[in-house]
Structures are given as structure tokens and as C-alpha cells.
């Protein structure tokens, strides 16, 4: 008797904790919600931790606002790749670049060699010019191509480490949110599996 008295009172405090949960969620301000609409997830998974009740070790979510955060997760991984192949093509598109600036910076390397073995008075583009100009010239050439590939270099470590944290930011968030689904849906199940054994005692009583 005292064992069905004590379950009858848990079902009810389950009860009440689960309506005045509803309650507060549905008089939240809308600068609360906003944080379902424009926060970041991990702000949003803040605000539902802040704003649920503990009841034995599950927590009580609304739907709505459960079904808001997987659509905001979804978007933002949607996002996260779109951003991570644009990196990716960018990424090629300097392969390609670093490519082809360091193919000429080989070419003008091989004619300079070949040059400076030949007489002080060399013709260049038609124009016979003194060796000294001619060296200075092609120095000069090859100074604005070393510049070019150390730019296209920087750029692409830049891109490169852009991509790697992004890759990294987007499986934490896959993990953290894959993790949060699933202790959310064991909590929905157990209380769900709770409230039908606690309506079984209080018929059987």
C-alpha cells in the first residue's frame, strides 16, 4: 500500500514538474526564443539546458523546440560543407596557380643559366642589350615570381589550415549533436516507459 501511495505521488510530481515546464516554455519572452531563431547551437543547447526541468535524472524537452534545434544543426552542417568544398576548390585553384608559377620560375631559371654563358652583348625581345641589364632584368622577373609564389603559398597554408579547423569544428558538432540526440531520445523513452508503469501501478492499485 505504502509502496503504490509513493508511486501515485511520484506520477503526480512527474505531472506537475511536466506542466509547469510546458507552462514557463510557452510564457518565455520572444527574446528568449530568438536564441532558437539567430543564437549559435551551442547557445541554443545552453537555452534548452537553462530552460528544462530535471525530473530523476531526465529532462523534459518540448517537441517544437527539440525539432527547431535538429533543423538548426541540419542547416548548419549544410552550411559548414558548402563552406569546406568553396575552401576546397579555392585550395585547387592555388595548387594550379603555385603550379604554374613555380613551371616559369623554372623556365626563367633555365634561359638565365643558359645566358650567362654566352657573350656580354645578348639580344632580348629583338634589342641587343649589355649582360649586366639583361641579368638585372631577368633578377628582377624572377624576384616578382618568387614574390608571387611565396603569396600563393601563404594563401594556400592559410586555406589549408581554414579547412582543416572547419573539418574539425563540423565533426565536433556532428559528434556533440549526435550525442545530445541520442541522451534526448533515451530520456523521452524512459520517462515515456516511467509514466506507463507508474499509469499501470496506479490501475492495478
Known amino acids: 500500500m505504502k509502496t503504490t501511495t509513493r508511486s501515485g505521488l511520484k506520477f503526480i510530481a512527474a505531472i506537475a514538474i511536466f ?42 524537452i518540448r517537441e517544437d523546440m527539440f525539432q527547431k534545434l535538429i533543423k538548426n544543426v541540419s542547416d548548419t552542417m549544410s552550411a559548414s560543407e558548402k563552406k569546406i568544398l568553396i575552401l576546397t576548390s579555392g585550395t585547387e585553384d592555388l595548387n594550379t596557380k603555385i603550379d604554374s608559377l613555380r613551371s616559369g620560375l623554372n623556365t626563367v631559371q633555365t634561359n ?39 603569396l600563393g603559398f601563404i594563401a594556400f597554408k592559410r586555406n589549408v589550415t581554414t579547412t582543416t579547423q572547419t573539418n574539425k569544428e563540423l565533426q565536433d558538432l556532428k559528434n556533440e549533436f549526435e550525442a545530445y540526440k541520442k541522451s534526448s531520445r533515451e530520456a523521452r523513452e524512459k520517462m515515456s516507459m516511467d509514466h506507463f508503469n507508474e499509469i499501470r501501478k496506479l490501475k492495478g492499485g
Do not use: C, H, W
Not at 27 to 52: F, H, N, R, W
Open 112 to 150: 638565365l643559366n643558359e645566358m650567362t654563358l654566352t657573350k656580354n652583348r645578348i639580344r632580348m625581345f629583338g634589342i641587343e642589350v649589355n649582360k649586366i641589364t639583361y641579368n638585372t632584368t631577368v633578377s628582377i622577373i624572377i624576384g616578382g615570381l618568387i614574390a608571387l609564389l611565396a
Open 19 to 60: 506542466f509547469i515546464t510546458l507552462a514557463i516554455a510557452q510564457g518565455q519572452s520572444p527574446a528568449q526564443t530568438d536564441v532558437l531563431t539567430s543564437g549559435s547551437i551551442k547557445d541554443q543547447m545552453k537555452y534548452l539546458e537553462e530552460k528544462t526541468r530535471i525530473y530523476e535524472n531526465f529532462r523534459a
